[in-house]
């Protein structure tokens, strides 16, 4: 709010300044009334209105998956992505994708012969990378793999709640769930760890890239994935990925869930 | 602008008010420059943001295809969305798809045996029914056919300039242009007129739902026709639709982009 402090002392000095200068015309002389629009800040704040609009629009963009492979933020956008995955935003549209996924988890008959699945990827889905991205721009920085593991080292991401709570509603519905991700094998123990800090449990399977499948796309590996998932007789009602390589390929769920995140692309 | 102006004359005199009864006071008293934050217009602005936030994650719930099928705009987001149609949002959306579309068309290497196609869909796509639209209160009314059909039947319909750019762009390149639509045969002559009419020339093939079609989900309608293709030695490299039922199913395009429309919804 302080920038509505600041606009309307501004336009107080603007007006009174105004008065005074008036006093020497008689004809023409501007209206008073529309003084404002010409300051500083309203500039400003259509500079800022402008960037909000441009930002939204690469974002759908982005969430419609019409973007070609893209590798950093565009910088104008940083500032507002950073807005939006701290403030209420991010939060509204995660909660908003969950509720939506759980409420069609609830219309899918279960044949009761345990071959109804979910899929979940991790990263971004169940757990949160921000904290390291609030520390490496937001996705403005080019990803560092190296320094990425060393922060999945640390077993640390914390839980997205909603997902969390979609989760365990599956679970509570009868599905089994699988965990599906494009974290290496190498990383499994501190993986289940970080789950298990997080509040996740009893997944049926949880998938990681084995050495056989490093440098394939992930939309080709997870769609391998679920294939093997299809061929064991399984029925993928639902997946749920802040990527589109999570939910696009081959053997594809009836229903994809697409978690918003408007800081990286993985093909 | 004239928010504003009411604003900051608000401001000016809850400004004044405030030194008046201050004079009469020593401790504690309230800093005036938290002042214009317990208006009405401050509080009136809060709720007027709060709506565009909830109605935004609405809108991308809806173009990342995450909202089961909906059948109209909810209530408290017609004006959000009336805004967003007829405002810069929706023309710079449509710019930007296009945009990156065209970018992707260009990445293509065709074979060069006149078998690399471009599916388009049409309405909402290549032709705007906006003017429909705004006397339908933008997608808050139940669909009605009869009067849609009425509307189709004047053949009206002015191109989306960003889509007819990128529809030249594609032939230029020299693809094949299909353009598959959810219409009926019965309209065949009035949108090829209505096509003309609006600047589309040189399609390949305009494919309408024969009265075989009929009572066929559009998902599956139109990947039928997307896999006939295929069977006639077709590569369909780009497909651009406004709806997720326009992309998604079987036989589905290397890459696709989806136009924007948070009016309206075809399973």
């Known amino acids: 709010m302080s920038f509505l402090r600041i606009l309307c002392f501004f336009s107080l000095f603007s007006i009174t300044f105004s008065h005074e200068t008036l006093n020497g015309h008689v004809l023409p002389r501007p209206l008073i009334v529309e003084y404002p629009e010409n300051t500083i800040e309203t500039h400003w704040k259509e500079v800022e209105e402008e960037v909000k609009l441009q930002c939204t629009s690469w974002r759908f963009t982005v969430e419609a998956n019409n973007l070609s492979p893209w590798k950093t933020v565009p910088g104008e956008c940083v500032e507002y992505v950073k807005d ?26 279960l044949a009761g012969d345990g071959k109804d699945a979910w899929v979940f990827d991790i990263d971004e889905t169940l757990l949160s990378n921000l904290p390291y991205y609030q520390d490496h721009a937001y996705g403005m920085e080019i990803f560092d793999p ?48 970080n789950l298990n800090n997080a509040g996740f449990r009893n997944w049926d399977k949880l998938i990681l890239r084995s050495t056989d499948d490093q440098g394939k796309l992930a ?49």
């Not at 701290?86 to 219309?107: C, N, P, Q």
């Not at 990425?148 to 969390?164: G, H, M, Q, T, V």
């Not at 993928?236 to 408007?262: E, Y």
């Open 84 to 109: 939006y995955m701290m403030g209420r935003g991010y939060r509204i549209d995660l909660e908003r994708v969950s509720k939506e996924a759980a409420a069609f988890a609830k219309t899918v008959e």
């Open 146 to 193: 190296i320094e990425f593991d060393r922060w999945i080292e640390k077993a640390n991401a914390p839980a997205i709640e909603s997902s969390l709570k979609l989760y365990e509603e599956v679970l509570e519905l009868g599905f089994k769930v699988f965990l599906l991700t494009g974290r290496s094998e190498k990383h499994m123990n501190i993986t289940v760890e």
């Open 219 to 267: 939309i080709i590996y997870k769609s391998q994935k679920r294939s093997e998932m299809i061929k064991e007789g399984y029925r993928i009602h639902g997946n749920s990925g802040d990527q589109w390589s999570d939910l696009l390929g081959f053997a594809m769920s009836n229903r994809s869930f697409k978690v918003p995140n408007p800081m990286y692309y993985i093909p």
